[in-house]
């Protein structure tokens, strides 16, 4: 579903961006570069090479020809100067704060967040000696409050995994600037069809490109886009020195599933739309939260400020955890599987799978029932994920 015009131009960006560097003559799609170092006709070249690292590759864990392709087309739809391909989700996550942080540094975050990130921020960073403070952030005010004088970043998802709720992307973004503070926000669930946080005013974009923007279940893959000087201190510190660098492989399955994200993107929100208001009208069903359906308490927000309501919803069965076991095992087309923005129509029951590992008290201030069931609503014709669900929930 569609609230506000669409940006003109997505579907042929994501096809043709980034590929101006590709030879005029020769292979039409972006070739794979599969090979680890580069070499030099002389010493000069090599010396030229290494000083100015715009002039050639040197090193694949440096950079890659395909890794390049994908980033600049990554960085044209998110509406970024550049950006940084990576291993994983994580490894952009972790890169981000890693570039930015150091020992004594506060961080203000959403405590409704990707396990993993809630993880690196909660365990690892802190162990390093940089706190992080989870506040509610669907209240703009409570992140204003929560920064203090050595808080160097706000760490945020919109929407949230797995709650589907949302923060105000103008106003956090409007707050972290007037404080000096770096914003951060993982856009993995809007995909940059849904929203371009940094029009809104944030500094850096983090996405799992394993989940829609490949789109398959094919690649492990993440992005962080930025201004140039952001990306290239990340490329030259943490990404190198750490090493979590994407293969060429996967950098090229991943230009493959970007090219058609428009496509699919649409059809994910549509589906989601129809299958949410079906999951709303049905008995066995206390909560959804989509936040495309009036009833999601940020509705208005949404229709501001997302293109598209996304293809995830999560709901709350009547029965509890007892009735979402049974829910997840009754399903037949859909998946049970965790991940998302799979072709396929994936369901996962978060508290004993993605969020098992967060304690049960941060779940619950975060809002992750223990009976929430979450979808990641695939491209099949809807009528038939909603037959599956029907059947299932009876
Ligand atoms: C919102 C979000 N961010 C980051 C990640 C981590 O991504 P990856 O699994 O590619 O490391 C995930 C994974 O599910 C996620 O859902």
Avoid at 339 to 360: E, K
Wanted: proline share 4%; with cysteine; glycine share 8%.
């Amino acid at each position: 579903m569609t609230t506000k015009s669409k940006s003109t131009g997505w579907s042929t960006k994501a096809i043709h961006a980034g590929e101006e560097s590709l030879p005029k003559t020769g292979p039409l799609s972006p070739p794979i570069y599969q090979n680890s170092t580069f070499q030099f006709e002389t010493a000069e070249e090599c010396v030229a090479a290494f000083t100015d690292e715009d002039s050639g590759y040197v090193y694949t864990r440096w950079g890659n020809p395909t890794q390049s392709v994908l980033e600049s087309k990554i960085a044209v739809l998110e509406c970024g100067e550049a950006a940084l391909a990576t291993a994983s989700g994580m490894a952009a996550v972790s890169t981000a704060l890693l570039t930015l942080l150091a020992h004594g540094d506060h961080v203000v975050a959403m405590d409704s967040l990707y396990s993993g990130s809630y993880n690196i921020l909660n365990d690892d960073l802190r162990r390093m000696g940089v706190e992080t403070t989870f506040v509610d952030a669907t209240d703009s005010g409570a992140v204003e409050r929560a920064i203090r004088s050595n808080t160097k970043a706000i760490y945020l998802e919109s929407p949230a995994n797995p709650t589907l709720k949302l923060v105000d992307l103008a106003a956090c973004a409007k707050i972290a600037n007037a404080h000096g503070v770096t914003s951060i926000i993982d856009n993995t669930f809007a995909t940059p069809c849904g929203q371009q946080p940094i029009t809104f005013g944030f500094d850096i974009v983090v996405h799992s490109m394993t989940k829609y923007l490949s789109g398959n279940s094919t690649v492990v893959a993440g992005v962080i886009v930025g201004s140039k000087a952001f990306i290239d201190s990340a490329k030259k510190g943490a990404l190198r020195n750490f090493g979590g660098v994407i293969s060429p492989f996967n950098a090229w399955l991943t230009l493959h599933g970007v090219a058609t994200l428009p496509l699919r993107f649409e059809r994910h929100c549509a589906n989601a739309g129809a299958l949410a208001a079906f999951l709303e009208n049905h008995s066995a069903i206390e909560r959804v939260h989509y936040p495309g359906l009036r009833s999601h308490p940020q509705h208005a927000l949404a229709k501001q400020q997302m293109n598209y309501f996304g293809g995830m919803i999560a709901f709350e069965l009547k029965g509890g955890v007892e009735a979402g076991e049974k829910l997840v095992n009754r399903v037949e087309l859909c998946a049970l599987a965790v991940s998302l923005g799979d072709v396929r129509t994936l369901i996962c029951h978060p508290a004993s799978t993605t969020h098992l590992h967060v304690s049960p008290e941060a779940r619950r201030r975060a809002g992750i029932t223990d009976g929430l069931v979450r979808i990641s609503v695939g491209l099949e014709e809807v009528e038939d994920i909603i037959a599956d669900l029907d059947q299932a929930l009876a």
